[in-house]
């Protein structure tokens, strides 16, 4: 499986972006896909996930509730993370990740995910 992620930029504060993460395969009812996010010299955080396709069930990390939104197109094997109200400390390098068998408890731990887009850059200037 590849992914592919894209959509990130340079915002000013308050602004918004919508990134994409595209899967090579086609979608299977039990997949989860995530978001993740890196600071510089950090490990990778959760921002949001969407566990098992079909069920649509989203998470989101406490510091992104109510101004991201995860989402998915069934026809593209793509899963988008709008992300309005951006704010300085939501500058980071953000990943995608799949795997379909996760179990939900781990849906938030970024080892427990096999596969992994390339990063796409999110600076929000202040």
């Known amino acids: 499986v590849q992914l592919q992620a894209f959509g990130g930029g340079l915002v000013q504060a308050g602004e918004s972006l919508r990134l994409s993460c595209v899967a090579s395969t086609r979608t299977v009812s039990g997949r989860t896909m995530g978001w993740f996010r890196q600071y510089p010299g950090k490990e990778r955080e959760f921002v949001a996930a969407l566990f098992r396709w079909n069920a649509g069930r989203t998470y989101y990390a406490d510091s992104v509730k109510g101004r991201f939104t995860i989402s998915k197109d069934n026809n593209k094997s793509t899963v988008y993370l709008q992300m309005n109200s951006l704010k300085p400390e939501d500058t980071a390098v953000y990943f995608c990740?799949?795997?379909?068998?996760?179990?939900?408890?781990?849906?938030?731990?970024?080892?427990?995910?096999?596969?992994w887009g390339q990063g796409t850059e999110v600076t929000v200037s202040s």
């Open positions: 990740a799949l795997d379909d068998r996760l179990i939900l408890s781990s849906i938030t731990t970024a080892s427990a995910y096999d596969y």
